[in-house]
């Protein structure tokens, strides 16, 4: 691959998995440094496995712990890659979760927690590398923009998805804060936009094709007729964070195999 990345420090939140350690590897091997955000103790191993990976592969890069939703480890996940590798580049907010119930039995807990991971921890890691940003300001040598960001949506920030109230509420504020801060910075030479999957196979959705019947009932949602997979979403991301994208602001891409475009109205309506 064409290394339009290289030398740029990208930071991945929740990249020990799923679609995170699949866009981490995709930039990697586009030839950025990488760090591999995991949230707890327990996704050591699997954050340091996707490292393992990258490094095999000719890639650098290093793990890094921290609850995307606790503003002081935020803050020091920044500090510290700074100190190791100068400035970031690249923000991936990707770390997201799902907790599902029907609305009328969702917790106050339920709720709260999806909302402070998913929404409150790209609030969070949009602050500290807009300000990283600032300070850097444009080095031509890096990329024409001061810093790219691109934000985890879904296609929940369009689709309405029942049993998921918190979730589709996370995703749909995710569209206004990337919009907001990117109409906001766009004058700084930062870009904003977001990444909106569909379904991607990853753990998150595992029930949607671990069987085949499941997945057949999967792909009645999707025009294009397979699952998607996180090298999908890898390889726009390290469109969205290159300088081939440098007129891109504020938007959300759809990488979803049409599933968006309402396939139940194929034949009724
Ligand atoms: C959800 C997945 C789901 C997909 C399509 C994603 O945002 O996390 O569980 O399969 O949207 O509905």
Not at 9 to 37: D, E
Not at 75 to 90: E, L, R
Not at 92 to 121: H, R, Y
Not at 200 to 208: A, C, E, K, V
Request: proline content about 4%.
């Amino acid at each position: 691959m064409d290394k339009k990345l290289s030398g740029q420090v990208a930071i991945i939140t929740g990249a020990s998995s799923g679609i995170g350690a699949g866009v981490a590897k995709s930039l990697s091997a586009a030839g950025a440094i990488v760090v591999i955000n995991y949230p707890v103790p327990p996704v050591k191993d699997a954050a340091e496995a996707v490292l393992a990976e990258i490094k095999a592969a000719g890639g650098t890069g290093i793990t890094a712990i921290c609850d995307v939703s606790r503003e002081n480890e935020v803050q020091k996940m920044f500090a510290d890659t700074i100190q190791q590798f100068g400035t970031v580049d690249i923000l991936i907010n990707n770390a997201g979760l799902q907790k599902d119930a029907p609305f009328d039995e969702m917790t106050l807990e339920q709720w709260n927690f999806v909302l402070s991971v998913n929404l409150t921890g790209q609030f969070l890691c949009a602050r500290e590398a807009i300000r990283e940003f600032l300070r850097r300001g444009v080095d031509p040598k890096r990329s024409r923009a001061a810093g790219k960001i691109v934000h985890m949506s879904s296609v929940h920030e369009v689709i309405p998805w029942a049993g998921h109230a918190n979730y589709a509420a996370s995703k749909g504020g995710i569209m206004m804060l990337m919009k907001t801060i990117s109409q906001e910075f766009a004058h700084k030479k930062i870009r904003i936009n977001s990444i909106s999957p569909g379904a991607i196979q990853t753990p998150i959705n595992y029930r949607d094709w671990q069987t085949p019947e499941a997945l057949d009932k999967l792909m009645t949602l999707i025009p294009y007729k397979r699952i998607g997979t996180p090298d999908d979403i890898g390889r726009a991301a390290v469109w969205l964070c290159s300088d081939d994208s440098d007129y891109v602001n504020g938007i959300s891409l759809f990488v979803d195999g049409g599933m968006t475009l309402y396939p139940d109205f194929t034949e009724n309506g």
